[in-house]
């Protein structure tokens, strides 16, 4: 039987898994129809929630917009770095970065591909936290890759004059060029196409 100290708690576990299913909702359907079309009526439909109930979560537009931002890093962060730092540092982990950033997007974890390049376009106009937010995600992601990049060039894997930032720079443009044509097309070749892509420019960069 519940006690009048354990219902409070089990109310507000209620509430967190509440939330956390919005945000879910809300970030998929920002692959789709952008943060701009994350309305309260359509997440309510979405979720088979009340607006009053989803209004009890988010003061305002712009709280729920970043609070899904937030979700969306989790996922990424799920899905795409903590695999890869299973690699073995170097060339290795370069390669499961791509690999595995490009399997999130052909296993549709967000239909309409990489949370992060769907929402870019949107907002990159558009000054504020959203799109600050949305940088310091761009920029974390392109550094891990360098990072990993660097690291291949201290263990002698790639040439010593080859700058990490270009190549990252590189890597990642095959990678996003692979996520807004995949969902488009629905073609898997595109998505080997950026994997051999990746794999061809670290072979030419190799020391």
Not at 118 to 126: F, H, K, L
Request: a neutral charge.
């Amino acid at each position: 039987m519940a006690t009048a100290s354990t219902t409070p708690r089990r109310h507000r576990a209620d509430g967190d898994r509440s939330r956390q299913a919005i945000l879910e909702a809300a970030a998929r359907l920002a692959t789709v129809e952008g943060l701009d079309g994350l309305s309260i009526g359509r997440l309510a439909g979405e979720v088979g929630m009340s607006k009053s109930g989803l209004y009890a979560h988010f003061r305002s537009k712009l709280e729920l917009q970043l609070a899904t931002v937030e979700t969306a890093n989790l996922v990424f962060e799920h899905e795409v770095v903590v695999p890869s730092m299973s690699a073995e540092p170097g060339t290795a982990r370069v390669l499961a970065l791509a690999d595995a950033f490009l399997s999130h997007v052909e296993r549709g974890v967000f239909p309409g591909g990489c949370f992060f390049a769907a929402v870019a376009s949107e907002v990159n106009v558009r000054p504020g936290p959203v799109r600050d937010r949305i940088g310091e995600f761009v920029r974390g992601w392109v550094a891990a890759i360098e990072t990993a990049v660097r690291e291949a060039q201290e263990l002698g894997q790639i040439a010593a004059d080859v700058d990490p930032a270009q190549l990252a720079f590189e890597v990642n443009a095959m990678l996003i060029g692979a996520n807004l044509a995949y969902p488009l097309f629905g073609d898997p070749g595109i998505l080997s196409r950026a994997r051999s892509g990746v794999r061809d420019r670290l072979r030419t960069a190799a020391a």
